[in-house]
């Protein structure tokens, strides 16, 4: 059609669409056409009234849809602006002969029909077939099960294709199957021609061992045609459809010689690698530091999913706060390469040394095909004592107390034997201070407790292991003793302790520790000068 007749027929559609807003305009970009090439249908609307968008069912009978765009503009005419939609839809015909666009339908306007006709592809042309292949390979025939297998497809084309390629999805039936990453495209010269290629690979981990079929896969894409056409005319697309070879894989069982009490993992590499923060070997420990230890175990051939959680860090007089583990993939040019971080605050409550175990993980070696172990060694911490939390009560008070017990007690023996009014006296004696503490300097020990109960309702770690130390300080045993002897208290500090050296002190609440500080019973016994023993009186009496 010339270009006077192309303005002429467009020229008779807007007066059509002038004289009847509601109309739905179907047009065609041909209507003689090849086999395997597709065309445009636009449709066309200026009911602003409609909101929907055409019924299409009705050309599912000879054509496959293969694209719908819409296109919203406005024009003005004779000073008045009027709004339009039009529908743009690619359509590849399934059969060759006399076919016809059917009436299509967009609320109560209906569109005309269109007739076209579909000729046999010419032989004459040149295959596109020819010009567009796939190619699937695997990067080994032979694996173990649960181990990785790439398939690897390639595609290329020596003609240009438009962007409405799709590949098949890859579904297998007892495997587990990953893409590795987005397809990649560059070029390749073959016999000469200059061909583009896309990449697409998979990673496979076959779940059941025996033979695994890997289906063929259909690509399909529109195919630019280069022949002559028109001056004039919209270049056109032929339809090309290529399928890849299937594939066979032989999966192998777990080997005998593997243990069995340990998890399976095959593997082509598998490292295990730590980082500590402080380094413990490059300055000094002390009780309640904190050490913060990561673990990274990285396996190539492997799912992060498909790695086992690490053995724990055991060890005694070491409390242990773990993190959760933290799993990410890679890709690399033989697959994924899986990796599992671990990180772990470790905290001493002795001092001396503290030996830490060696950690050992047991893998299959797929490359060379043999038993593997992979470890880190043991490691001895050397721990030193922390003055901050020595609360030794000095030798004098010991002394001064020890010098104003017993004549106390033997006043009270004298006035419970001498009347009868003595006794009276002795009973109220013993809700009083049994012992006066001899003078000190700082915050006196009720004036400690109230800032140690203020830190505790504030749930701050940090503010209550200030004034819990304080505290201590003043108190006849020391923190750790009297952790030893009364088991709340013993939980209650792991808890703050805990809340101090990870990430979750945010969360951490005092009550319990509070509780543990005000139930705490006295010691049972202490020992005098000289070597004689008598009941220890209550550190705040009520």
Request: a negative charge.
């Amino acid at each position: 059609m010339s270009r006077l007749g192309v303005f002429l027929l467009g020229l008779l559609w807007s007066l059509a669409a002038l004289a009847d807003p509601t109309t739905l305009q179907a047009s065609v970009d041909r209507t003689r056409l090849q086999a395997g090439e597709t065309l445009e249908l636009t449709l066309e609307s200026q009911d602003v009234t409609q909101f929907g968008k055409p019924d299409l069912r009705a050309l599912e009978t000879d054509f496959e849809v293969r694209g719908t765009r819409q296109l919203n503009s406005l024009h003005s005419l004779d000073g008045e602006t009027r709004a339009s939609t039009r529908w743009i839809v690619t359509l590849l015909p399934r059969r060759s002969g006399s076919l016809q666009i059917p009436e299509l339908q967009l609320g109560q306007a209906r569109s005309q029909p269109i007739e076209l006709q579909v000729q046999q592809a010419d032989s004459q042309r040149p295959d596109i077939a020819s010009q567009v292949f796939i190619e699937a390979s695997l990067d080994s025939n032979e694996v173990y099960v649960q181990a990785q297998a790439v398939l690897t497809l390639r595609i290329y084309h020596s003609v240009a294709l438009y962007d409405d390629s799709s590949l098949s999805p890859l579904q297998l039936e007892n495997a587990k199957v990953d893409p590795l990453g987005e397809s990649r495209t560059y070029e390749k010269e073959i016999n000469g021609v200059r061909h583009g290629v896309i990449e697409t690979r998979y990673a496979i981990y076959p779940q059941q061992s025996g033979s695994l079929e890997i289906p063929p896969l259909n690509f399909t894409a529109t195919a630019a045609d280069n022949g002559e056409q028109p001056a004039g005319t919209p270049r056109v697309g032929r339809q090309v459809q290529v399928r890849s070879q299937p594939l066979r894989l032989t999966v192998k069982p777990i080997p005998a010689s593997y243990p069995s009490d340990r998890p399976w993992l095959p593997a082509r590499s598998l490292t295990l690698e730590e980082h500590w923060n402080p380094d413990p070997a490059s300055q000094p420990t002390q009780i309640g530091d904190s050490l913060t230890r990561n673990i990274t175990l990285r396996a190539e051939g492997l799912s992060s999913t498909q790695l086992p959680p690490l053995p724990a860090t055991e060890a005694l007089g070491l409390r242990r706060y773990p993190d959760q583990p933290l799993l990410r993939n890679e890709i690399g040019e033989r697959g994924m390469i899986a990796n599992r971080e671990e990180r772990e605050a470790l905290v001493p409550t002795h001092s001396g040394e503290l030996a830490l175990p060696a950690l050992e993980v047991t893998w299959w070696n797929t490359r060379e095909d043999h038993l593997e172990q992979s470890s880190l060694p043991a490691r001895t911490l050397n721990v030193a004592d922390n003055p901050a939390l020595s609360a030794d009560t000095p030798a004098s008070d010991s002394s001064a107390s020890a010098a104003l017990l017993w004549p106390w007690q033997l006043a009270t023996l004298l006035l419970a034997l001498t009347t009868l009014a003595g006794f009276a006296l002795w009973w109220r004696a013993r809700s009083q201070p049994a012992v006066l503490r001899a003078a000190q300097s700082g915050p006196s020990p009720r004036t400690l407790l109230d800032d140690l109960k203020r830190a505790c309702q504030a749930n701050d770690p940090q503010a209550t292991r200030q004034a819990l130390d304080a505290w201590a300080r003043q108190q006849p045993e020391t923190l750790a003793e009297m952790a030893a002897r009364f088991v709340p208290l013993s939980d209650a500090l792991d808890g703050l302790n805990g809340a101090l050296y990870s990430e979750s002190g945010q969360y951490w609440h005092g009550d319990e520790l509070w509780r543990a500080i005000g139930a705490i019973p006295p010691a049972e016994q202490v020992l005098a000068p000289a070597g004689e023993t008598g009941n220890l009186p209550p550190l705040y009496p009520k």
